[in-house]
């Protein structure tokens, strides 16, 4: 087993066990009856999100790069053959997504190019399992298996007109973004839209998914591979020749595509094995690659460390072979070091955080509601032997003053709800701001405005014009955020401050992650309309395509902060709200208690063994917390460490 083969699979055991212990934090909060059905909501969410994560590797190349015998190379060579097509002048056609879905059988999924005709995005095909043509796949037969996959390299040949129908044609002569020109009025085009393989390999059991593009051109074809599903990977590994470098169009599409939409970017100088020269020293090959290395780090303003060079083709051979030294010297366990060593532990301390920011702050607000109740009982047996000896006026006088206490809470419960009032007030607005009427109307004027622009320069400035309005809707958005936290954390200080509680962290709201993705968004349009490509297609297809999936991506981004806020709002006040029921809870047992030793002061023996008994109660539950705070921090080597020991 590989190092990244280990860390995928440490990464997914890591996931597990987690999800079982925000679980058993649940069944702790329902034993203690503290259960909250919007509390209960949350930590759903969370376990379902956590259950269903994967780690995203987008591969990104111009033809012939070897981009897909790097794939094969990389997590396929256990079937000692190519799976993935990668001949000279036969390679996938069609983005291509690879993953596991351990509900489906293994298959291949295909979409027909014909699809490009109407205005549905991917994300919405996906759910129509009629659009795609299915192709099960036969794990027992190598030959069905390749026979399979070659589907991916399927092309067809029509006419111009039907090219530009599908918007693949581009320029006078009729060159495409994905065609070749077959004659002066024929085009050859990729076969289907995309392609979905359902593999269980093990490193997709372990939550893997692999994202293979045709091609950089192909990148304008689909604006849903720019606008979400290459942003959305957890890392992009860009492959570059090693003979030529970075070409004028890989630059573009680095800088359009990659360099500011992807936080863990890789370049690859693949086929180093071309400079495997007899008349040349080992020295100097490895000087000429060094000084490849230097310039394309350079020149991609990536550390020295994320340029690798390597041979795919090698690798493959080696692997399939059994040559450790062929495998070397072929440079890619460079490349699997760094992807398991960088990429995955990214993504775990990504995941590790978010789960401390929501279940974290919520058992830290548990265990500081155990400990102010033991703390309550340690007030109270000291009350009880200050009183020991005394007759029943002094615990009369106890349970009067307890009483009073509870009319204080009363009134401290009171003030709290006109708080939340306000907070309400202050929602409803942020709410407001994120209503789906108020997006498609901007959706609705803008495209209106588009359809009207019939110049290049009008429509770039129609894009822009409505990313603008988008922005200055998300801007409005983080003021009503901000205002919002603000009431919630005056809120908690003076209650804090009233009722002498121990402060508990505030449930986050977090709007600058939507902020952040709608200024990618507006990145990518950016790019688009200023992509020469991109501005000698028809013009309905630059506003239809682009301009539904641009649609689509800000109704989602405003569709999920809305949901976010809701929960928040909902669940702001709970923390605070658990505090009181918690004390109210307190504050009535020690006053029935008090009651029943003034009836009859011998039963003052009972209440101090009762007490002992809570007392161990709850230590244990603080017990129960800690452990909980630590599996939530635990790193996968610590428990790793803990599962041998």
Not at 179 to 193: F, G, N, Y
Not at 225 to 250: C, N, Q
Not at 449 to 459: I, K, N, V
Request: proline share 3%.
């Amino acid at each position: 087993m590989t190092l990244l083969e280990r860390q995928i699979e440490g990464f997914r055991r890591w996931r597990d066990e987690l999800i079982i212990t925000i679980q058993s934090y649940q069944s702790w909060l329902e034993r203690q009856g503290f259960g909250d059905i919007q509390q209960s909501l949350r930590i759903y969410d969370l376990t379902e999100a956590l259950r269903h994560d994967r780690v995203t590797l987008a591969f990104l190349a111009e033809f012939s790069r070897g981009k897909t015998e790097l794939i094969n190379a990389l997590f396929f060579s256990d079937f000692k053959r190519r799976l993935l097509p990668s001949d000279v002048g036969r390679t996938t056609m069609c983005p291509t997504e690879i993953f596991y879905d351990p509900d489906d059988v293994p298959h291949i999924r295909l979409l027909p190019i014909e699809t490009r005709r109407s205005d549905e995005s991917l994300a919405s095909l996906r759910r129509k399992p009629v659009e795609w043509l299915k192709i099960r796949l036969n794990l027992e037969s190598p030959e069905q298996m390749a026979q399979a996959m070659k589907s991916l390299t399927e092309s067809k040949t029509v006419t111009l007109d039907e090219a530009r129908e599908l918007g693949l044609a581009v320029g006078a002569e009729g060159a495409g973004i994905t065609t070749v020109v077959v004659k002066h009025d024929k085009l050859e085009i990729p076969a289907w839209r995309h392609a979905l393989i359902n593999y269980p390999h093990p490193l997709l059991k372990n939550g893997l998914v692999i994202l293979d593009t045709p091609g950089l051109n192909a990148l304008g074809v689909e604006p849903e591979l720019t606008l979400s599903m290459i942003p959305h990977a957890h890392a992009v590994l860009f492959l570059l020749a090693m003979d030529t470098g970075v070409t004028r169009s890989d630059m573009e599409v680095w800088e359009k595509c990659v360099q500011r939409a992807v936080a863990h970017r890789i370049a690859v100088l693949n086929k180093i094995d071309l400079l495997w020269d007899e008349l040349k020293s080992d020295e100097e090959i490895r000087e000429t690659i060094q000084r490849q290395i230097e310039n394309t780090a350079e020149i991609l303003d990536l550390p020295r460390r994320h340029v690798l060079a390597l041979s795919a083709q090698k690798a493959l051979l080696a692997k399939i072979r059994n040559d450790e030294a062929m495998l070397e010297k072929s440079g890619i366990r460079r490349l699997e070091r760094l992807l398991a060593e960088e990429i995955i532990p990214a993504r775990l301390n990504i995941l590790r955080a978010a789960v401390g920011r929501e279940i974290g702050n919520m058992v830290v607000a548990s265990r500081q509601g155990v400990r102010s109740e033991l703390e309550a009982l340690h007030r109270e047996l000291a009350e009880l032997k200050e009183l020991a000896g005394q007759g029943r006026e002094a615990y009369e006088s106890l349970a009067a003053r307890l009483e009073n206490d509870k009319a204080g809470l009363r009134k401290v419960v009171g003030a709290f709800k006109n708080r939340r009032q306000e907070l309400m007030k202050h929602g409803a607005l942020l709410l407001a701001a994120l209503e789906s009427q108020r997006i498609d109307t901007i959706l609705r004027t803008e495209l209106a405005d588009l359809e009207g622009s019939w110049t290049t320069a009008g429509l770039a400035r129609g894009m822009i014009s409505l990313l603008r309005h988008f922005r200055e809707q998300t801007d409005k958005i983080a003021a009503y955020a901000n205002r919002t936290k603000e009431t919630v954390d005056s809120a908690y200080d003076e209650f804090h401050e009233k009722c002498g509680f121990p402060r508990v962290p505030v449930p986050p709201l977090d709007m600058d992650s939507y902020a952040l993705r709608m200024q990618a968004l507006e990145a990518a349009t950016q790019a688009f309309c200023t992509d020469p490509i991109n501005v000698m297609t028809e013009k309905r297809f630059l506003i239809r395509k682009f301009y539904h999936r641009l649609a689509t991506e800000a109704r989602l981004l405003f569709a999920e902060a809305r949901q976010e806020t809701e929960s928040w709002l909902k669940g702001a006040f709970a923390p605070i709200l658990s505090q009181i029921k918690r004390h109210e809870a307190l504050l009535i047992d020690r006053a029935q208690s008090a009651r029943k030793i003034a009836a009859d002061v011998h039963s003052a023996r009972d209440r101090f063994q009762e007490l002992a008994s809570r007392h161990r109660q709850l230590r244990e539950q603080i017990g129960e917390l800690d452990t909980v705070l630590k599996a939530i921090a635990a790193h996968p080597e610590d428990a790793e460490a803990a599962r041998v020991a």
